[in-house]
């Protein structure tokens, strides 16, 4: 089983400012790494496939980047609507894992 | 649009089997590039992927769960369904169906989602 591990465990932001998320996986991914965004009461939503492609409808002061083993999601500048927990998820191999989430919260 | 909408008791009791019902709407299950999934979330917790099932009865397991589980598509009610038997206090939790592609088409990664139905194991 692969296991992502995501850092920091909470990350406390005003708006405006900018959000860097790592995903460490325990062993090479390739491209086969994804983001989601979950808030509170509601299902996760894809945001980003293959290390960084954008889904439809993502703005795109979200962006994904890394290779291999490590991995990054970057928030450019913090709307209101953003502050959630995030997600990487790995599709490397036929048992999809999670990694255990980075909140996103209002500082 | 595709819309998935998971359905089933929300409460089971201890020891009892859990089934629950994805729907699927603004799309089939029988597409040949698509699997449908289920993942759970316990409270408080992060997500963990059950199993998966694709149209033509190929099926992979967590095999964390897999001794407990089995997921079937019903093609001619475009939905598909999961079962898990025996059901502790360890087995509450929000699930989730969801659609991911196939990765020798370039997906795998969960696409779309369902809202999600929230399951209690309690007597």
């Known amino acids: 089983e692969i296991v992502l591990t995501q850092s920091p465990g909470t990350l406390s932001l005003s708006p405006g400012e900018r959000a860097t998320l790592s995903c460490r996986a325990s062993?090479?991914?390739?491209?086969?790494l994804a983001w989601h965004q979950q808030k509170p009461g509601r299902p996760p939503r894809l945001l980003i496939y293959?290390?960084?492609g954008r889904a439809a409808g993502v703005p795109d002061r979200f962006s994904g980047s890394g290779s291999g083993t490590d991995f990054r999601l970057t928030i450019s500048s913090l709307e209101p609507e953003d502050f959630a927990v995030y997600y990487c998820?790995?599709?490397?191999?036929?048992?999809?894992?999670f990694g255990q989430g980075t909140k996103v919260e209002i500082k | 649009q595709l819309q998935l909408q998971e359905s089933g008791p929300g409460l089971v009791k201890p020891w009892e089997s859990l089934s629950l019902t994805c729907n699927v709407s603004?799309?089939?299950?029988?597409?040949?590039?698509?699997?449908w999934g289920w993942i759970r979330q316990s409270p408080g917790k992060g997500l963990e992927w059950i199993a998966s099932?694709?149209?033509?009865?190929?099926?992979y397991y967590n095999p964390s769960l897999e001794s407990r589980v089995t997921v079937s598509v019903d093609l001619s009610k475009n939905q598909f369904s999961l079962k898990l038997t025996s059901v502790t206090a360890v087995d509450t939790a929000i699930y989730y169906c969801?659609?991911?592609?196939?990765?020798?088409?370039?997906?795998?990664?969960?696409?779309?989602w369902g809202q999600g139905t929230p399951v209690t194991v309690s007597s």
């Open positions: 969801a659609r991911h592609g196939r990765r020798q088409l370039g997906g795998g990664y969960f696409d779309y």
């Open positions: 603004g799309g089939s299950v029988s597409s040949s590039a698509y699997y």
């Open positions: 099932v694709y149209y033509s009865g190929t099926t």
């Open positions: 062993q090479s991914l390739g491209t086969y």
């Open positions: 293959a290390v960084s």
């Open positions: 998820q790995q599709y490397a191999t036929s048992l999809w894992t």
